[in-house]
Every structure is written in structure tokens, then in C-alpha cells.
């Protein structure tokens, strides 16, 4: 399936670059999200995969170029980032759980705080998405005592509780083996299909395969190219692209 | 928790039969008494060496005293009171600034920072003595704070240098994973601190800050050099009057050493109840 890109994005890049100290990690990197849209990120490492979408929530500052979320755009002025922030839900390779709450708390922390629901409410949404990650029995116990697997799965319900408009995936199956990896994935799979906009930097390829509108290749800084999965694994116009098939495929 | 797979279980019965008598606890009080014993034993025969007339008889008077059936706090009571009241509202300042010099230090306020650091450097290179004299003689009178004041104060701004970097390094424990996983839900900084990163920090901090608080204890014997009536100025004046120096000294260590165990026994209580 592909979609044109609307003239109204929700998600802008547009020339970003971004160096660490002398080191360039973004090149003049472009890219336009559309509500509902499914966007795959690969790359080798060290190509800025993450540091674009860290980018996105401000997680880093990017230092040329725009960076637009619905329409308002992300910059020195901080005052409306948390507003923003709490729009854009993220997942991390290392799940990230608060140790010191139990998975529901972790749960219902956002929509109390920042939301301002009242906890009745916040554990009826978080008993919500802890079933719909298939991890409701988990609700009291502490990450610790969880697997890996089911922490990702934990926190993917962590911020699906605050209804984000976006999901940004940082590698969420890296830090985990095989089962576990297949238990993320469904989870992913089932919210695609719910409708969610999702960018995802990860290197399975199969879910790439299945579920992206667009994957998009990144080198060096730069994205590569970024077309549909048909045509993105059977014909890929750079010849860096065509490499980097060759040795994960 | 009691079905957690992390809950330390007692060590299996064969190593304990591997204590050798050299490790048991009973060798271990002997230790102890052996240790005590020829301490006395060198302090007693010190005295005598120097012809030290002892009168434990006349210290109880110093503590309390029973006039008429009605109990009277005698001056060493009354001093430890004092030091008390000093060491409580000194605890409560040095906790308040020492927050606000490591929440200063971390800020992104390049003065903030700069105050923070300048603060902490110069209160831990000069002698707590001088820095008492310089409330006391040139703040104090500008201030116009009395000597009690000079006293929690000096004090709270000497430790509170201290309890800074402890709660600096606690908040820098917490990883930098928290902090994105926090901001990205949208938490304020404030929200933050108080819900993330202080609820993790705080039992790290824990065993340190006890420390500065007992330090606490130990240097409010030093306003005693400002004539503020602690448990020290007051063992000075009944010397001054009886010559009991051995006894009064040593009965006013033994004060401040029950004072200082008791609060690592409650602070060791509260640090396993945090962490469990």
C-alpha cells in the first residue's frame, strides 16, 4: 500500500544536521510522516538512525534545519515542549521502566502527572493497554521481576497510556532473544493494524517487510533512499543499499 | 514478595559449619573486651601515674538532681538540650541547602552552576573554626542574629556543602534512560525529579547523608567557642569550677557517642526499609 504524502504532515524533517563536537551524525536529512503512516528506519550502526528520531521529541537538539510535529515546530523555545512530548509516545531498547513502580504505576504515571486524570481512571486506561499488550496479569509486580520481553511490552503500554498521536520505535527488540523478540513484534503488528502511526528504527526486516508504508535506508549520516517495501527489497537504486541487503537478508 | 526469585535466601547449613572458632561471634566480643579492657586499663593507670584524684561520685549532680522530691535537670542535661535543638534545626537547613546547591549545580543556569560550585569549594577549604568566626563576629552583628542563630547557621552552611555533593552524586546515579523515559511522557523537570529520579536517589543517599548528619552532631561542639550554653560550653564551665576534667569529658563523650549510635541504628532501620 502506498500513500501520497498529504501537504499537511504530521511529522516534518527538513534539512536536519546535527554534528557531536566535530563528528556529523545528520546530513541535511528530510523526511515527511503522514497520520497513520508506517515508516521502517535501517541502517548499519552508527548511521544516526536513532539520533533522527531522538530528534523528533527532542530528546536531541538537532542544530540546522526544521523540525515540525502538527503544524509546530521544535526549537531553543522549550515552554511548549513538554505539550509536544507528551503527544509523541517512545519506546527504547532498554525499556526504561521505572524500577521503583510496579507496571501498572508506570502505567498510570503519565496520565495522572501530565494529564491530569484522576488514578481511578488512569489504572481503568492502564488496565486497558496492559491487555491489549497481553500482559494484564503482570500489573503489580516490579520490571525486575518481568522478562525482557514482557518490560518492552510493559513499556510500550507505558506509552500508549498517554494516547500519543505517534509511536517511535529506538531498536526495540535489540536487547532481547528470540521468543521474546516475536512477543514485541505481535504487539507492534496489532497496533499498525489499529491505525497508529508508527517510525520504527529496528532491524527486522520482516516486520519492515509486512508492515511499512515506506523503509526508509540510512548511511552516513544521510537517508539513502526511502521508498515502499516491494520495491524497497527487490529494487533499490543505491548501490550502499543493495550492500546492506545483501549482508543482513 | 515473599515468592521473589530475588529474595536472598539463608546461606545452606554446610557453610555455616565452616565457621571456625577464629571467626565466631563469641571471639569476636573477647576481641572487643580485650580491646576495652586495656584501654581503661592505660587510662587508669595513667591517673594514678599522675596522682588523679577520681570523683565519679560528684557527676550524677551535673545530670540531674532530686531536690525536695522534684527532679532538676542539671547543666549537662540542660547542654545536651541544647545540642539537641541546635543539631535538629542545623539538619533542616543542611538538607535545604544542600538540595539547592546540587539542583543548582545540575541546572542549565551557567550562574546557578558557577554560585553552586563557588559555594561548595570555598566552605570545604577553610576550617569550620574560621567560618564560625566570621558569623559570629562580622555576619552575626550585620545579621543581627544571636549566637544561637550564628550557631545553626554557620553550621548548616558548613555541612550543607557537603550533603550538596552527596545529593549530587545520588541524582547523577540515576541513569540517563530515566530521565528520557520521564521526559518523554511528557513530565515537567520538576515532575521529574519528584517522581522518577528523587524516588530512586534518595536510598543511595541514604547511608552518606547519615554521615553528615552524626558530623552534625560532632562539630556543634564547636559553637561552643561563641559562648552558645551546648552540651560542651557547659562541661567547660563545671570544669572550670571543679577541676573534674577526666570524668566530665569523658561522661560528655559517652553522650554524644550514645547520641551518634542510636541515630545510625534508626538510620540503618530506615535505610532497609526504604530499600525493601
Same mark, same amino acid.
Given at each position: ?74 526549537? %531553543? ?14 519506546? =527504547? ?25 484522576? /488514578? ?15 500482559? /494484564? ?17 510493559? %513499556? ?7 494516547? /500519543? ?41 520482516? =516486520? ?8 526508509? =535506508? ?9 521508498? /515502499? ?21 | 514478595? *515473599?515468592?521473589? &526469585? ?6 545452606? &547449613? ?18 572487643? *573486651? ?197 552540651? *560542651? ?44
Amino acid at each position: 500500500m502506498e500513500r501520497l504524502t498529504p501537504a499537511e504532515p504530521l511529522i516534518e524533517l527538513d534539512g536536519v544536521s546535527k554534528w557531536f563536537g566535530a563528528f556529523q551524525v545528520l546530513r541535511d536529512v528530510s523526511l515527511r510522516v503522514a497520520e497513520g503512516e508506517r515508516i521502517v528506519i535501517c541502517g548499519p550502526s552508527g548511521s544516526g538512525k536513532s539520533t533522527l528520531i531522538r530528534c523528533i521529541n527532542r530528546l536531541e537538539e538537532h542544530q540546522e534545519g526544521r523540525v515540525v510535529f502538527a503544524g509546530r515546530e521544535l526549537g %531553543a523555545d522549550t515552554a511548549g515542549l513538554t505539550e509536544v512530548r507528551r503527544e509523541i509516545g517512545m519506546v =527504547f531498547q532498554e525499556f526504561n521502566l521505572f524500577p521503583h513502580l510496579t507496571v501498572l504505576e508506570n502505567c498510570m504515571l503519565g496520565p495522572v502527572r501530565v494529564l491530569g486524570m484522576s /488514578p481511578a481512571d488512569a489504572r481503568e486506561r492502564a488496565m486497558e493497554f496492559l491487555g491489549r499488550v497481553r500482559i /494484564p496479569e503482570q500489573a503489580g509486580k516490579h520490571p525486575a521481576q518481568l522478562s525482557g520481553g514482557q518490560q518492552q511490552r510493559a %513499556a510500550i503500554a507505558r506509552s500508549l497510556c498517554m494516547r /500519543p498521536r505517534v509511536m517511535l520505535f529506538d531498536e526495540p527488540t535489540s536487547a532481547l532473544d528470540p521468543v521474546m523478540i516475536k512477543e514485541v513484534l505481535d504487539v507492534m503488528n496489532d497496533l499498525a493494524e489499529s491505525g497508529m502511526t508508527m517510525i520504527v528504527v529496528t532491524h527486522e526486516m520482516g =516486520f519492515a517487510r509486512t508492515v511499512a508504508d515506506r523503509v526508509a =535506508f540510512m548511511d552516513e549520516g544521510s537517508i539513502v533512499e526511502c521508498l /515502499p517495501p516491494d520495491r524497497f527489497f527487490t529494487s533499490p537504486a543505491d548501490e550502499r543499499t543493495k550492500r546492506f541487503l545483501s549482508q543482513i537478508l | 514478595m *515473599t515468592d521473589s &526469585p530475588l529474595a536472598p535466601s539463608r546461606p545452606p &547449613p554446610e557453610t555455616r559449619r565452616n565457621v571456625r572458632w577464629w571467626n565466631a561471634g563469641w571471639f569476636d566480643v573477647l576481641q572487643f *573486651t580485650v580491646f576495652v579492657a586495656a584501654l581503661l586499663g592505660l587510662a587508669v593507670s595513667g591517673a594514678i601515674g599522675m596522682g588523679y584524684n577520681w570523683q565519679w561520685y560528684r557527676v550524677p549532680e551535673y545530670l540531674v538532681r532530686i531536690v525536695g522530691g522534684e527532679l532538676l535537670w542539671g547543666p549537662l542535661a540542660r547542654g545536651l538540650l541544647v545540642t539537641l535543638e541546635l543539631t535538629g534545626w542545623s539538619v533542616l537547613i543542611t538538607l535545604a541547602i544542600g538540595l539547592a546547591a546540587a539542583l543548582l549545580r545540575l541546572s542549565d543556569s551557567l550562574s546557578g552552576r558557577f554560585v553552586a560550585k563557588a559555594y561548595v569549594e570555598a566552605v570545604r577549604s577553610t576550617p569550620l573554626l574560621i567560618q564560625v568566626y566570621l558569623f559570629y563576629f562580622v555576619l552575626g552583628p550585620i545579621l543581627g542574629l544571636d549566637r544561637f542563630w550564628v550557631g545553626v547557621l554557620a553550621l548548616s552552611i558548613f555541612e550543607g556543602a557537603f550533603a550538596g555533593e552527596v545529593i549530587r552524586a545520588g541524582i547523577l546515579s540515576v541513569r540517563r534512560g530515566q530521565w528520557e523515559a520521564g521526559a518523554s511522557l511528557g513530565l515537567s523537570r520538576r515532575q521529574l525529579y519528584r517522581s522518577v529520579v528523587l524516588p530512586q536517589a534518595v536510598p543511595l543517599m541514604l547511608p552518606p547523608l547519615t554521615g553528615i548528619v552524626i558530623s552534625l552532631i560532632r562539630n556543634s561542639a564547636i559553637v561552643s567557642v561563641i559562648a552558645v550554653f551546648d552540651l *560542651t560550653t557547659e562541661a567547660r564551665n563545671i570544669i572550670a569550677e571543679t577541676f573534674l576534667s577526666f570524668e566530665i569529658w569523658i561522661t560528655v563523650a559517652v553522650i554524644y557517642l550514645a547520641f551518634t549510635v542510636a541515630l545510625s541504628i534508626v538510620a540503618g532501620r530506615l535505610e532497609h526499609h526504604v530499600r525493601a
